[in-house]
Nanobody, 123 residues
Framework: QVQLVESGGGLVQAGGSLRLSCVAS????????MAWYRQAPGKQRELVAA???????NYADSVKGRFTISRDNAKNTVYLQLNSLRPEDTAVYYC?????????????????WGQGTQVTVSS
């Protein structure tokens, strides 16, 4: 079993910064893409940023230049640095990861979600 645990959310004023962390633990052989999604009240969950195992990144247009995703493969951890926050960034932020498992000759990939962390930006 695998768990993704996020931390770092909170309440911040517009223009402020936060750093989110997500640690993956459990039966992990390797991790492919790690990503952050967010869901605001009444809206669909959307991709914020993603990073591959080799370090390639992509971002939603709305956060380009303000947010930075990074990962530490040795720690099975992904980070999201949120700068120049705006009230419209208010949402629950979810960690997502493609976990590779290995059980003898059986190798596969399962997608996991964290429980989410609240980010609230006041104007």
């Amino acid at each position: 079993q695998v768990q993704l645990v996020e931390s770092g959310g909170g309440l911040v004023q517009a223009g402020g910064s936060l750093r989110l962390s997500c640690v993956a633990s459990g039966s992990i052989f390797s991790i492919n893409t790690m990503a952050w999604y967010r869901q605001a009240p009444g809206k669909q969950r959307e991709l914020v940023a993603a990073v591959t195992k080799s370090g390639s990144t992509n971002y939603a247009d709305s956060v380009k230049g303000r947010f930075t995703i990074s990962r530490d493969n040795a720690k099975n951890t992904v980070y999201l640095q949120l700068n120049s926050l705006r009230p419209e960034d208010t949402a629950v932020y979810y960690c997502n990861a493609d976990i590779i498992y290995r059980r003898g000759w059986d190798v596969g990939e399962i997608n996991y979600w964290g429980q989410g962390t609240q980010v609230t930006v006041s104007s």
